[in-house]
C-alpha cells in the first residue's frame, strides 16, 4: 500500500474507535439503538474496508473497496447529522466526529481518483 493509503488506514481505525465510544455512549447514557447500531455498521465499515482492500485480487478490487468506504464515510456522515439533530450529542462530539469522518473522506476521494486515472493511463498504454 501506498503511504497515503495507510494514512487512511491509520485514520480510519481511529475513527472506529470513535465510534464505538460513541455507541457505547448513546446506548449506555441516552438508551438509544437504532441510530446507535446504524452509524456503528457504518463507521467502523469505513477503515475494514480499507483494511480489505490490502488484499484485493486485482486493482479493479482494489478500486472497489476503496469506492465501498467512501459510501460508508458519506453513510457514516449522514447518521452524525441524524444524531446531531436529534440532540442526542453536543456540537463538540458531533464536530468532531464529522472532521475526521470528512478528512477520511476526504483522503479516499484523493486515493480513489489517483488509482482511476492510473488504471485509464495503463490501458490507453496496452
Partial sequence: MEAK??????????????IIKLYKYLLNTKSETVLSKQILRSGTSIG???AESEYASSDKDFLNKLYIALKECNETIYWLDLIYESKYIGSETYN????????????????????KDKMANKNNNN
Fill in 48 to 50: 475494514a474496508n480499507i
Fill in 96 to 115: 468532531s466526529l464529522k472532521a475526521q469522518c470528512c478528512e477520511i473522506k476526504r483522503l479516499l476521494s484523493s486515493s480513489t481518483k489517483t488509482i
Fill in 5 to 18: 493509503e495507510n494514512i487512511v488506514y491509520t485514520k480510519s481505525k481511529s475513527f472506529a474507535f470513535e
